[in-house]
């Protein structure tokens, strides 16, 4: 069972830059697609980045040009950085990997934008 933990989040003005982390328990090589998803108080789970193996990468609207998503393989890690926060990017951040059909999940890591 692979262990995802997530790290990095905390309380940031607004304009301000975060950097997430998801350290895998595991070699993240063989995982075909890796992202980030957001959750707000009262609103559905939400992918915000995406990355795949063959490092193609895809951005929800309304982070795209802000967050930057990236893995380090050597690291087992997979990154979001996080510029020009605005407060509505407040939300819980979990990282998911998919590998063979089967998705994991972090724990989340807790993101406060003060405006």
């Known amino acids: 069972q692979v262990q995802l933990v997530e790290s990095g989040g905390g309380l940031v003005q607004a304009g301000g830059s975060l950097r997430l982390s998801c350290a895998a328990s595991e070699s993240i090589f063989s995982f075909y697609a890796m992202g980030w998803y957001r959750q707000a108080p009262g609103k559905q789970r939400e992918l915000v980045a995406q990355?795949?193996?063959?490092?193609?990468?895809n951005y929800a609207d309304s982070v795209r040009g802000r967050f930057t998503i990236s893995r380090d393989n050597a690291k087992n890690t997979l990154y979001l950085q996080m510029n020009s926060l605005k407060s509505e990017d407040t939300a819980d951040y979990y990282c998911r990997m998919v590998r063979y059909g089967y998705s994991y999940w972090g724990q989340g890591t807790q993101v406060t934008v003060s405006s």
């Open positions: 990355i795949t193996s063959g490092i193609s990468t």
